[in-house]
């Protein structure tokens, strides 16, 4: 099968999937938010931080977002992969922003704020892995402008039901926040990458997929490891490394050098072989 047939399968395979989900999603009827969303196994304070290993466990994700974002700022990369690389690690910092947020004054509002930063940063994501591995359409500035223009009108649905019933749906928020992991059983991970492999995003999908099962077992994994660490804080580290793994990427791409190792005047895979050869 040649390479664009490989891609065309792929991508209907992807929307098919896609629908499905939707479709699953609208029989399931509106996801609201309770009292008991809030109510986290873990309420221990310390230093005078209410929840405070729910709130600090928000941090790394905010470091390693600033490293990506920095990272890919040093890329030289063409503008249709930096633009949905860049949105994604914005997105995950402002997600975390809005997580510890909501952790230091719980309330309905920063709940839905961070869910909608985290759609937005997972559909950056879907538009970067489809920019490197089936057209670089997606990673323009018009399909990224859609992408947060979508995010923001699913965040606005919620809004709108709370504001209007008290009752806002997040059904458009978890959809768009699951559908990364619709690339692996879409086989989209076997389509050729020019600066990631398939190890990347299967690691980091994967991560995030852990993170999310650690965050529905907030209290059994608290009970599992005797009061000292809740599935929530644990989804919050996952999260980060999930990450992490993206942004060590864009650090160290095959074939250039890292902003570590051009300080350290290392010398790229590209010179070390002329170097050889000369």
Known sequence: MSPRMSQGCALVLLLAMTLAMAAGMLAWGPITLTPADHAYADQRAWAGIPSAFNTLSCLPLLGVSAWGALAVWHRRWAASMRGPWFGFFAMCGAMATASLAQHLAPNDSLYATAHGF????????????????IDALFG????????????????????????????????????????????????????????????????????????????????????????????????????????????????????????????????????????TSS
């Open 118 to 133: 985290g759609a937005a940063a997972f559909i950056m994501l879907g538009l970067a892995f489809m920019a490197e591995r």
């Open 140 to 275: 323009t500035r018009p399909s990224i402008a859609a992408g947060m223009g979508v995010a923001a009108c699913a965040t606005a649905w919620w809004f709108i039901g709370q504001w209007s019933s008290g009752q806002g749906d997040l059904r458009p928020l978890f959809f768009f926040e699951s559908l990364p992991l619709l690339l692996i059983p879409a086989g989209a991970l076997s389509l050729r990458g020019v600066h990631t492999t398939a190890g990347d995003w299967f690691a980091t999908l994967v991560l995030y997929l852990l993170a999310r099962t650690a965050g529905f077992g907030d209290s059994l994994i608290f009970g599992w490891t005797a009061g000292s660490v809740s599935g929530h804080a644990l989804m919050h580290l996952l999260l980060a490394v999930s990450a992490a793994c993206l942004a060590y990427r864009a650090s160290v791409v095959p074939g250039e050098s890292s902003a570590f190792t051009s300080l350290l005047g290392e010398p790229t895979h590209r010179s070390a072989s002329l170097n």
